[in-house]
């Protein structure tokens, strides 16, 4: 696997344990970061447009065993981030949205 994918496993993979150890130790950071709905939402799309659009130019050229790596990291590696905040949005927010 290519440079750029290892390093996004990496950040991304960081943002998942992050996000996995706020709900287990019972979100003591809570509202740390203020946002809305639809700020979440809004980096919900751009993070689905621009790994879309690298992952279409990744691709080109490689086998299909590579290809089904790179969908795998595109595909999920993008949304540590968003549940990242969304654990450390207000508690209202994250009773308002429970899946998002």
């Given at each position: ?13 960081l943002c998942w ?25 809004a ?8 790994a ?6 990744r ?11 790179l ?13 990242l905040l ?15």
């Amino acid at each position: 696997m290519p440079d750029l994918e290892v390093s996004l496993l990496g950040i991304f993979g960081l943002c998942w344990v992050t996000a996995l150890a706020q709900v287990l130790a019972g979100y003591p950071w809570a509202g740390a970061v203020p946002h809305d709905l639809y700020s979440l939402y809004a980096l919900a799309a751009f993070g689905g447009w621009l790994a879309g659009n690298v992952l279409v130019t990744r691709r080109a050229g490689r086998s299909r065993i590579q290809r089904r790596r790179l969908l795998l990291v595109y595909l999920f590696a993008p949304l540590g981030p968003l549940y990242l905040l969304h654990t450390l949005g207000p508690a209202l927010l994250r009773h308002q949205t429970p899946l998002a």
